[in-house]
């Protein structure tokens, strides 16, 4: 893997991973009495939501010019590390719950991604 792939990736990684988060955050901010129209009106006066779209926005031309340097097969399993990231970063920000079978999964994920990295 080349030194500009693996920026590329990584900034994938993080840009993704910033953006899910901000999403969680926008999603958290209004009060909880707040439902249907007037919920989603507070959500979209949220900073995080907005923000979001920008990490997503600058995250679709990173993983563009990733794509133009790995195969479709390749990019898309090394891609699939975000899951990873995600999960422990909403363990890490939102003290979100990490379950057995949660666990199994990341690390079956994270030896494929591995075996994907080393075959390249």
Not at 88 to 106: D, K, S
Request: proline share 3%; aromatic share 14%; net charge neutral.
């Amino acid at each position: 893997m080349s030194y500009l792939t693996l920026v590329l990736w990584l900034s994938n990684i993080i840009l993704d991973t910033t953006g899910q988060l901000s999403f969680k955050a926008a999603a958290r901010q209004p009060h909880s009495e707040a439902v249907g129209r007037h919920y989603w009106m507070t959500v979209f006066q949220q900073p995080w939501l907005w923000f979001g779209i920008l990490c997503y926005v600058i995250e679709f031309v990173v993983w563009i010019a990733f794509l133009s340097l790995v195969p479709l097969s390749q990019g898309v399993l090394l891609g699939s590390i975000n899951i990873v990231v995600i999960l422990l970063a909403g363990r890490y920000f939102f003290t979100e719950h990490l379950t057995p079978m949660r666990v199994i999964g990341v690390l079956l994920v994270t030896c494929g991604v591995a075996l994907v990295g080393l075959a390249s």
